[in-house]
């Protein structure tokens, strides 16, 4: 049975409010980038789940073609995509990054 | 492998009315950042705006350029910046 690895993305996207596709894990983040979006999200206290791409080839190119973005890291909110490590960055220094993080928990 | 040259001219060629600032970040052809000012990001969401600027290098990006740090401006925000006239460059 071939593998349906759209799906299992929108799965992954949808059973998780925070989501990051990235290199390694957060534990161990494998790329520069990785590791900044780790750095933010931990220090916004956030709670997420954490895709390695770099374990599964087809989710690494699947999760460009249904964002039609290029790059890894990407970070889901509530199923929403919003964006890779530059926009966390600003997002995260706006303090946007935050207040979504926190509508997505529940808290205010 | 290409050139912050080549990385700005792809972009200003694709993406409408814009400016782009490139430096190779390690030398290397393949870690760039990039400064892109442009009208067509008026109104539109950060993650949107990226997007605009990697439709411009299409495959080039995540191929060849393997990294791109990248800001992105409208031309009022970069005029609020710089001090300059709204015209980039």
Redesign the interface.
């Known amino acids: 049975m071939s593998r349906n690895v759209r799906e299992e993305i929108e799965t992954i996207i949808k059973s998780n409010k925070i989501v990051v596709f990235m290199k390694g894990t957060p534990q161990f983040p494998q790329c520069g980038f990785s590791a900044t979006v780790v750095d933010i999200l931990d220090d916004c206290g956030a709670t997420y789940k954490g895709v390695n791409v770099l374990a599964d080839f087809e989710v690494r190119e699947g999760i460009k073609q249904y964002t039609s973005w290029p790059t890894i890291p990407q970070i889901f909110i509530n199923g929403e995509f919003i964006g890779g490590c530059d926009v966390a960055r600003e997002l995260y220094a706006s303090g946007e990054l935050q207040a979504k993080l926190n509508a997505a928990v529940g808290e205010s | 492998m290409p050139t912050a040259q080549h990385v700005q001219e792809m972009i200003e060629t694709g993406l409408e009315n814009s400016r782009a600032i490139v430096h190779d970040m390690t030398g290397t052809g393949d870690h760039f950042e990039a400064t892109v000012i442009s009208s067509a990001f008026e109104g539109k969401s ?2 949107a705006q ?2 605009l600027v ?2 411009a ?1 299409g495959p080039a ?2 191929g060849p350029i393997h ?5 992105t401006m409208t031309p009022a925000q970069w005029a609020a910046t710089n001090g300059h006239s709204q015209r980039p460059g």
């Not at chain 2, 990294?67 to 800001?71: D, F, P, V, Y």
Request: proline share 0%; hydrophobic share 55%; net charge positive.
């Open positions: 950060l993650v990226h997007q990697y439709g290098l990006m995540g990294a791109l740090a990248l800001k």
